[in-house]
């Protein structure tokens, strides 16, 4: 048992012991005995106080604990300033270098260090590390923020995944699944994009709308795909890598190395584009239309009735560079026809298309509702707000949104596509 120079305390608490008589100290420290709890040192017969522990300071007092820089990774430092620490814990997470770091936070004022007294002098190691109540304070906040934002994040996801699992049920499990409030806010800056509609040009274009920097996620398009965002979302965002094009019908592609005639050949052939985008499309002079298709078995068979006819299968949502393609061939015809599933995503593909085309390109758009169709899943508040806005256009996509509504319920069947082509389509003579 260690003890000092009797004190006479004045008041309700005993004041605070300084132990000036130590030597051998840290450069910069100071040992003293913290005032217990209850605000009284326990004393021997002589009225002495007594302790048994001390802790280490800085020599002189820090109005505010400042965070040395350089010292600590920023993980470390929120985790040493966050509470009590013992000195196993800190040797397993700094290494060899947890006295010099435990030091010169010391010396900052941002901790205080406890050592047992043996001897009058301090036992070694050190028992435990005490943050300034500031800095934990901080960091309690901090932690509470980060809990009221991940509770914020969660009820966001869940909330538009109901309004989305009609339409990508894919991305509303991935809302609802997710662990991990980072992973999870990258999935709901996706899905929000598509529930409003919004494609970007490239990954890093959506990155740097989200996040300020591209470099914050550049592997977002892999990590939705993890989470289980369906292909053609990622597609619909603009961030599939190296996107697809469905042709069929009487095209050639210019290549760098040559030309490749699609003529004669069963179609839609898959052709997954090049980065750098350096082929074009040549449609005959005698083609008066295309057609852009959204269902590939309705594409299929319009490639079997009809190989008289330029036909582009848009693999759902066209990313930039298929609309270029579909805007390149679109010139060389006198008629752009379109054909979607008749639901607000097919919708807002036809938008997609026809705000591409040329000013002076007519564009027609075949409601496959027109032809015989069971009735399907009715439209959500989600689907019928965006249609509504979508029904205003004075275009025939607007008399398309205008006829979904109207009906009130989506249709996404191969056979209804492919009864309305058949009747929109004249046959070859």
Partial sequence: MNTVDPTSPHGDEDPEIVLRWMDDLPEGLCAYAPVPPGGKYSRDRLGRPKFRRVRLRASEPVAQPTRPDGLVADSDWAWITSSPRNWDSITGRLGDNATTIVHALARAGCLTIEHDLHLSKLAQPARRTHPHPKLAGAQAAARENRRTEASSVRSRALSLAETLTDEWPGVAKALRSTIGTDRLVWA??????????????????????????????????????????????????????????????PIRLQTPTGIIDLTGLT???????????????????????????????AAETICDVRPDLPVIWCHGQPPKAVLELIAQAAAQVDTVTVCTDADLGGVRIAARITDHLAPNRHCLIIDIGTADHAVGKSFNAHSRTHLSTLATRADEVGQFAEACLTRGYAIEQEAAAKAALRGALAPAE
């Fill in 267 to 297: 179609g839609p052939h898959d052709l997954r584009l090049p980065a750098s985008q350096d082929i074009t499309l040549q449609l005959p002079a005698t083609s008066p239309e295309m057609i852009i298709i959204e269902n590939r078995q």
């Fill in 188 to 249: 709901l800056r996706a899905a929000s994009d598509l529930a409003d509609g919004r494609t970007h040009n490239s990954v890093r274009a959506f990155v740097q709308e989200h996040a300020e920097h591209t470099k914050a996620r550049d592997d977002v398009h892999h990590l939705l795909a993890e989470l289980g965002f369906e292909q053609e979302a990622i597609t619909a965002l603009g961030l599939a890598r190296n996107p697809y094009i469905g042709l069929g019908g």
